[in-house]
């Protein structure tokens, strides 16, 4: 968990303070706002009393100008945060300099949702302290995965290139299945808790 605190190397000698995460600003990373979206529905609907989660910039160093929109200045990391600000694991930003890929600013907005739904999963799991999202049917944790994957343990299988899905490994007997695309899990909840959430969202709209 990131507590945004900066040690020093010894009396006299602080390392140079870089400036404070904050709030990513809106417009600036549009793919990742977007898949952070989609994934908020599914957090909406399974947590129907926990606020929507929210991006964060934690540049690394002071720059003299700011990048394009879409794209982070050299150090820069977005994170999938709780609507106060904590997070934890990895940057959704994050690239890796072999392959040149950077989900933020690549076309496939399938890997960046895939990506941006690890990560919630992580922060809400570490900070909630609970599993999420869970299964309806077996009530164990879920995964984002590629459609169609057989073997949690592998995320690059060959024949499993579909969109991103909330995955379950299944029972003892290893009856693994796609509950739901990530964003569309409402529709695998059972009747009464659709229906919970169905007045729920009625309630807010009357309230607006």
Same mark, same amino acid.
């Given at each position: 968990?990131? @507590?945004?605190?900066?040690?020093?190397?010894?009396?006299? @000698?602080?390392?140079? @303070?870089?400036?404070?995460?904050?709030?990513?600003?809106?417009?600036?990373?549009?793919?990742l706002e977007a898949a952070l979206a989609v994934v908020n529905r599914d957090l909406a609907a399974t947590l129907p009393d926990q606020a929507a989660l929210i991006l964060m910039h934690a540049p690394l160093r002071e720059r003299p100008r700011e990048p394009p929109p879409?794209?982070?200045?050299?150090?820069?990391?977005?994170?999938?945060?709780?609507?106060?600000?904590?997070? @934890?694991?990895?940057?959704?930003n994050a690239s890796d300099p072999e392959?040149?890929?950077?989900?933020?600013?690549?076309?496939d907005a399938m890997t960046v949702l895939a990506v941006v739904a690890e990560a919630a999963q992580e922060t809400v799991m570490e900070l909630l302290w609970q599993v999420w999202p869970v299964c309806p049917a077996h009530r164990t944790g879920m995964h984002p995965r590629p459609a169609g994957t057989t073997d949690g343990r592998d995320r690059s299988e060959p024949d499993s290139a579909g969109p991103p899905v909330w995955w379950c490994g299944g029972a003892r007997d290893g009856t693994c299945h796609d509950v739901s695309p990530v964003g569309e899990l409402h529709a695998a909840l059972p009747g009464r808790q659709r229906r919970a959430l169905r007045r729920r969202e009625r309630r807010q709209d009357g309230h607006r």
């Amino acid at each position: 968990m990131n @507590h945004f605190s900066y040690r020093t190397v010894g009396p006299g @000698h602080d390392w140079p @303070h870089p400036p404070e995460p904050r709030r990513a600003e809106p417009g600036r990373w549009p793919e990742l706002e977007a898949a952070l979206a989609v994934v908020n529905r599914d957090l909406a609907a399974t947590l129907p009393d926990q606020a929507a989660l929210i991006l964060m910039h934690a540049p690394l160093r002071e720059r003299p100008r700011e990048p394009p929109p879409g794209r982070s200045a050299e150090g820069d990391q977005i994170y999938v945060a709780m609507p106060d600000g904590r997070w @934890h694991g990895n940057p959704v930003n994050a690239s890796d300099p072999e392959e040149d890929d950077d989900p933020q600013e690549t076309d496939d907005a399938m890997t960046v949702l895939a990506v941006v739904a690890e990560a919630a999963q992580e922060t809400v799991m570490e900070l909630l302290w609970q599993v999420w999202p869970v299964c309806p049917a077996h009530r164990t944790g879920m995964h984002p995965r590629p459609a169609g994957t057989t073997d949690g343990r592998d995320r690059s299988e060959p024949d499993s290139a579909g969109p991103p899905v909330w995955w379950c490994g299944g029972a003892r007997d290893g009856t693994c299945h796609d509950v739901s695309p990530v964003g569309e899990l409402h529709a695998a909840l059972p009747g009464r808790q659709r229906r919970a959430l169905r007045r729920r969202e009625r309630r807010q709209d009357g309230h607006r």
